[in-house]
């Protein structure tokens, strides 16, 4: 008995109909087999010998639940592509902001949008652009990028977003003459991430993300966290099978190790992406930075060895925090992205395990060791306390820590500086002490002429 051939057709208008209105030799196999909603697999519709069509995504269950745009408005809503109104430009093509509004796309709530376009000499292609419609297409969670609609006109290949104001949090750690994202901020920050990681993980069909990166992570207006592009998404294993065999891409220094060495893809492989973010957030440096020398390069190699070892904690946090975070709440998180970051894929923690971990961070508070005070050195200060600009070590006070549960072995973040001649601003409370002394004295002294 010869079984017919399963088309993405038979799958997705057989979305649409009872199993008992199906014929039998295109009845939908068990594992489909649902009153309730089963979610189309990228593999269902993107069978060679039966491409798919613009008619027939707009006409199936996933098109019926997005807006079909066509090209003459999106240019509308781009302003014709400005060049004033381009986000920024990755491996998929260029990224617009726009204004939809209902005279314009009726049904549709008036909104600023994000209008991404193919390049078609670019990295990816077409199967990527529909990767992204079919997994964000169907897929819907608080920290999941909303999938507005999409264009398909001749070459023409557009997704229609919605707007992310504060853009990328790879724009928001690493940009230069900024100020440093707090430390409640970044623990919020990597919360919402852990979150959409495990709604993908823990679906029926699982969805292994496999670029998960700064900057893809987008954050709105009060640093709500979502995932964007799905392009290189694949459906995690099913059944008895433990790993997706494909060929290998992503981003360096992101990418789990024995995926880059065997093509095996896991859900484990997400954890480790995730673990090298989470050491992006603490240390505020990138997971590549070839300007540095050797092993230093990569984040990973580099923190490693200094993750594995608590009182080497300072020279992980980024050093742009000046001290201003939990200590407690830095070391589960350190312990938690070396777990993430572990060899073994089996030793990693499920990312179900990661949120419970980062909801307890949430209410660890920031802290500051010592007072901040703002010092302008005499030349004889200079060269009692400073040393003619030579190295200078300076003990913190214990209070702030002690108040906060930090512990005494920890040195203020700033124990180990050369003080410039000039206007300085320094944490240290015997300075500021001295400061005061000579504030009081000079007070008393202006009491007696008078």
Request: charge should be neutral; aromatic fraction near 10%.
């Amino acid at each position: 008995m010869t079984q017919k051939k399963i088309t993405w057709k038979s799958v997705i208008f057989g979305c649409y109909k009872t199993n008992n209105s199906l014929p039998a030799a295109e009845a939908l196999p068990e594992s489909r087999q649902s009153t309730s909603f089963q979610r189309l697999c990228l593999s269902d519709v993107s069978n060679p010998s039966s491409p798919l069509s613009p008619d027939d995504l707009s006409n199936s269950l996933i098109g019926s639940k997005l807006h079909v745009f066509t090209l003459s408005q999106l240019r509308v809503i781009t302003s014709n592509f400005s060049r004033s109104n381009l986000l920024g430009e990755g491996g998929f093509g260029p990224v617009y902001k726009g204004f939809v509004d209902e005279k314009l796309k009726p049904g549709l709530e008036a909104q600023p949008v994000a209008v991404k376009a193919l390049d078609l000499d670019g990295m990816q292609g077409h199967k990527e652009w529909m990767a992204e419609i079919i997994f964000l297409g169907q897929l819907r969670h608080p920290h999941l990028v909303k999938l507005i609609g999409y264009c398909w006109e001749d070459e023409h290949r557009l997704l229609v977003y919605e707007y992310m104001a504060r853009g990328s949090l790879e724009n928001q750690l690493f940009r230069r003459y900024a100020a440093a994202l707090p430390w409640s901020t970044r623990m919020k920050i990597a919360l919402g991430a852990a979150k959409g990681l495990a709604f993908l993980h823990e679906e029926d069909k699982p969805v292994i993300y496999r670029d998960f990166k700064t900057s893809n992570i987008l954050l709105d207006s009060d640093y709500t966290t979502k995932l964007s592009d799905f392009g290189l998404a694949k459906d995690g294993p099913e059944g008895e099978e433990t790993h997706v065999i494909t060929r290998v891409m992503g981003t360096q220094g992101y990418a789990a190790p024995e995926y880059v060495m065997t093509g095996h893809l896991t859900t484990m492989s997400d954890v480790y992406s995730f673990g090298v973010v989470l050491l992006e957030l603490l240390t505020g440096r990138r997971s590549m930075d070839n300007t540095r020398i050797g092993r230093d390069q990569s984040l990973v190699e580099w923190a490693r060895p200094l993750l594995r070892d608590p009182r080497k904690m300072e020279r992980v946090m980024d050093p742009r925090l000046e001290g201003q975070f939990s200590i407690k709440g830095a070391e589960k998180a350190i312990a938690l992205a070396y777990k993430c970051l572990s060899h073994h894929p089996k030793a990693r923690p499920r990312m179900s395990f990661v949120v419970k971990v980062l909801e307890t961070l949430q209410d660890f508070q920031d802290s500051l060791v010592g007072p901040f005070v703002y010092v302008v050195p005499n030349e004889n200060d200079s060269k009692e306390h400073f040393g003619n600009g030579k190295r200078a070590k300076f003990e913190e006070g214990k209070d702030s820590r002690e108040e906060n549960g930090q512990r005494n072995n920890y040195l203020g973040w700033r124990h180990w500086i050369k003080l410039p001649m000039s206007s300085i601003a320094y944490s240290y409370p015997a300075l500021y002490k001295k400061c005061e002394h000579s504030l009081n004295s000079s007070k008393n002294h202006s009491e007696k002429e008078e």
